[in-house]
């Protein structure tokens, strides 16, 4: 038993016939493409028929309904109620999953699997009993809920508007803004000056704007500078300020309701792409799914730019306006609202010419050309072009066989939760920027023990006015021993280390840490001071000895931590031992401070290999080598 009676149902006519069942689910599968007629899902099934025959796959079905079963049973899709019946003892799809095609093989000469995501809204039935008075009342609903055209009101006149009515806010507020900022970037400065300047800097309270900011060029508009905050929570609070014209949502949520669905969609595409190396059809930009989809990434980024671009340019012309002016359109209702309407008119044309025009970052594109090919479902694959030629991993990319992907990631949004397209809730959210800024805290605090203890950087040339003992390589008969360098991996080691335990300390890790701590940093000393007894022909007596005592430390603490954990020191992972889960300790106490001794505990074992092998002979070709540029590739 292995065909089925298939009947495809849009809002204006019906399709049914008999088809075998493994067929009938490519017509599931290509619901991901969110068809509305009959044609559009026709062509949504190339995607898994990898054919598109000529007269298409429906050639064969009546214009009729019949829903009797046939052999396998029965399986219905009725896409204007969004619902699914499977009566079929062939397969039983839902709103995920894959489709194998055992008949053709990929390019690794395996079965080729293609994956499928279904939006939430779809209604599966696995018993085909009254499946027509669900189907008609489902059907009646959605009549009552009208498709609404959103990028009319993300690209048009209701975000127009509300980015209008901010600007005017804030910009009667000018002179108080740039107080505000002028205070805030002194404050900054003044930080600077503390932590990270090598020579005595002006005051900044006699600064200009333009050298609190750093601005290299003086011509430099600096106005962008000053109100970038300002530009920022309009835009912020046009996405988190309920709009009338999405009934009350918050044009966030609205925007992310489908961004996790179609972003999975475009991963199956591309996986499809590597597995077949064959471009899976794109939707037609006229089809519904075209035209009134939720957002993908790529377009979610570039709508973040398109919004600073009208932002931005309203800014420019309430500048342009003289004082008498704008106190005009705050005192006249009528000459407001010509304004507004003039302006939503210009800002339109605004948005228009700067999606047409060639993308800041890559010329060869535009935004509306990125945008409307992720609108297609279609993936931005193909050979790998490098944007930047100079960038060694643009070079080894380019480099690599097989199809590369193009993606855009937000890299440079503002870190805001209205921008944070990958969380969906607050909580979430302010979990990473909490584990950031203890991180930020952890950097911080590496970067004063390291200028406490001379250090230069790990990664790149001592500078001119470091200690000779960073440069010095002892050259023997048997070869060379960097040793330099090997001593400032040690002391950053360390400097690591030292600073984990002391956030581990905060945290109750179970143990006390001062005695390490202390530890750490005398033999840290007592190696450095035998290395600087050392010359470029002989090692100091005092190294072996002073290698000991700092390896017996770094030991015996990554042996109690290993402990405390529960594992090997060669095995990181947890033993569930139920002990530290049992009694009145709460569960999260314990995984944070499980967290920490992992933390540790990786830490020592990295400064436990570097001490191990500190007067080991360099290898040939070894990647024990200062990196230009601080940058270790």
Not at 444 to 451: F, K, P, S, V, Y
Not at 607 to 631: C, I, M, S
Request: charged share 30%.
């Amino acid at each position: 038993m292995s065909e089925v009676r298939l009947v495809i149902r849009d809002a204006n006519e019906d399709r049914s016939g008999t088809i075998h069942g493994a067929e009938a689910d490519w017509f599931i599968a290509a619901l991901s493409a969110d068809p509305v007629s009959i044609s559009e899902l026709d062509a949504a099934v190339d995607r898994f028929a990898l054919e598109s025959p000529e007269q298409g796959h429906l050639s064969f079905f009546c214009r009729t309904l019949n829903a009797e079963p046939w052999d396998a049973g029965l399986i219905v899709i009725d896409m204007a109620a969004r619902l699914v019946v499977i009566d079929s003892s062939y397969s039983a799809l839902g709103h995920e999953g894959v489709i194998n095609r055992h008949g053709v093989r990929s390019v690794e000469d395996e079965s080729v699997c293609l994956y499928y995501h279904l939006a939430d809204d779809w209604l599966f039935l696995y018993d085909a009993t009254d499946w027509e008075k669900t189907a008609c009342v489902r059907r009646q609903q959605r009549i009552e809920q009208p498709v609404t055209d959103l990028r009319e009101i993300f690209y048009g006149a209701p975000m127009l508007r509300f980015i209008i009515d901010g600007c005017m806010r804030q910009f009667s507020h000018r002179d108080e803004i740039f107080e505000r900022v002028r205070r805030k970037w002194i404050k900054s400065r003044r930080h600077w000056n503390e932590c990270y300047a090598q020579e005595p800097q002006p005051a900044p309270e006699t600064m200009t704007m333009h050298e609190l900011a750093r601005v290299e060029d003086p011509t430099e508009d600096i106005e962008y500078r000053i109100y970038y905050d300002t530009i920022r929570d309009i835009h912020a609070d046009w996405l988190m300020t309920p709009c009338a014209e999405l009934n009350g949502q918050l044009p966030r949520a609205v925007m992310l309701q489908d961004h996790r669905r179609l972003s999975n969609d475009m991963t199956d595409r591309e996986r499809q792409w590597n597995t077949v190396n064959r471009c899976p059809p794109g939707i037609s930009p006229e089809s519904h799914a075209f035209q009134f989809s939720g957002f993908n990434t790529n377009e979610i980024v570039m709508y973040y730019d398109y919004v600073r671009e009208v932002a931005w340019a309203c800014w420019d012309r309430l500048r342009m306006i003289s004082d008498a002016e704008f106190k005009t359109l705050q005192a006249s209702q009528h000459e407001l609202d010509v304004f507004v309407r003039d302006e939503v008119i210009r800002l339109r044309e605004v948005g228009e010419q700067w999606m047409d025009a060639p993308w800041d970052d890559d010329p060869a594109r535009t935004p509306r050309g990125i945008i409307n090919l992720e609108r297609r479902r279609q993936p931005d694959g193909g050979q790998f072009h490098p944007i930047d030629p100079d960038c060694p991993c643009c070079q080894a990319l380019a480099e690599m066989p097989g199809i590369g992907f193009w993606h855009m990631d937000g890299c440079n949004m503002d870190d805001l939760f209205a921008f944070a397209y990958d969380h969906e809730t607050i909580e979430s959210w302010k979990q990473e920027q909490a584990d950031f800024r203890e991180f930020s805290e952890q950097m911080e605090q590496q970067h004063r023990l390291a200028r406490e203890w001379c250090l230069p950087p790990e990664y790149s040339e001592p500078p001119p006015d470091a200690d000779d003992v960073w440069r010095l390589v002892v050259r023997t008969a048997a070869g060379e021993i960097p040793l330099g360098r090997r001593l400032n991996r040690v002391a950053h080691a360390a400097v690591f280390l030292t600073v984990r335990l002391r956030i581990a300390s905060t945290h109750d890790i179970g143990f006390a840490v001062a005695e390490y701590i202390e530890s750490l940093q005398l033999g840290y000393t007592q190696l450095r001071r035998a290395c600087e007894d050392s010359t470029d022909r002989e090692l100091s007596r005092d190294i072996e000895a002073n290698v000991g005592r700092l390896l017996d430390v770094v030991d015996r603490l990554t042996t109690h931590l290993a402990r405390c954990l529960g594992v090997s020191e060669d095995d990181e992972s947890e033993e569930d031992t139920g002990e530290e889960d049992s009694g009145d300790v709460d569960s999260g106490d314990v995984l944070q401070r499980k967290f920490h001794w992992q933390r540790l505990l990786h830490g020592g074992k990295e400064l436990r290999h570097l001490v191990r092998t500190f007067t080991a002979l360099q290898k040939e070709n070894a990647y024990d080598d200062w990196y230009p540029g601080d940058v270790p590739f």
